[in-house]
């Protein structure tokens, strides 16, 4: 590992939503980024829920081709147990530009908002916190209770991005693939990486449906 490595950190929890872990992680990777991965243990049961795939410790790079649907060889990956609390993201000395957690169950924004450190991805947000580094924390429940909405604006008086899993369509999606794209490009935005996983608004209404269909 380079001395010099900076990653942000993504921690993949429960929530069903493994599509939107893969995009975010696929659009840093794409933009030159190092990253820095915390599968939770229930996340790795939502895996094999809705991909078949076991997440392995021992063959995580062979799995995270899987996930990513692409070659990992070469990725600028670096894998961290959910149980290692002596792991680097652990500590506020260990160099990141920030977190995403994506999809963020409800529990692991409760446990992230009351400074639970129940587990690796708990603490190192609880880290990027408090190392006043960006937290965007993507929640993907529906409907929200009030606890959960009371934890939100915790988390958000805290300094983190609270970003729903909530995708848009003015930007005329035909394939699920955009609908996910759209919430990992807002995603980006929130950590200030340049990305083209959507089309804008420009201030055209029904511009995005023109372009599809045409005049």
Known sequence: ??????????????????????????????????VDLVVSKSARLTILDELGLSWRDGHWREDLAVLLDRDTANADVVTWSAG????????????????????????????????LSKDLLQRAADVTL?????????????????????????????GAVVLPCNPAFYHGPTHVQQLVDFVAGKVLDAIGIDNDLFTRWQG???AARKAATGP
Do not use: Q, W
């Not at 260990?94 to 994506?102: D, E, F, R, T």
């Open 84 to 115: 290692d609390f002596a792991a680097g993201p652990s500590s506020g000395s260990y160099p990141a530009k920030g977190m995403v957690v994506v999809p963020a169950s409800t529990a692991s924004v409760a446990g992230i908002a009351m400074g």
């Open 204 to 206: 055209e209404l029904g």
């Open 130 to 158: 408090k190392e006043r580094r960006p937290l965007v924390v993507c929640v993907r429940e529906t409907p929200f209770t009030r606890s959960t909405m009371e934890h939100m604006l915790t988390l958000d008086i805290s």
């Open 1 to 34: 590992m380079s001395s010099n490595r900076t990653p942000f950190i993504v921690g993949i929890s429960g929530a069903s939503g493994t599509a939107y872990a893969a995009a975010v992680i696929n659009a840093l990777l794409d933009a030159g980024e190092s």
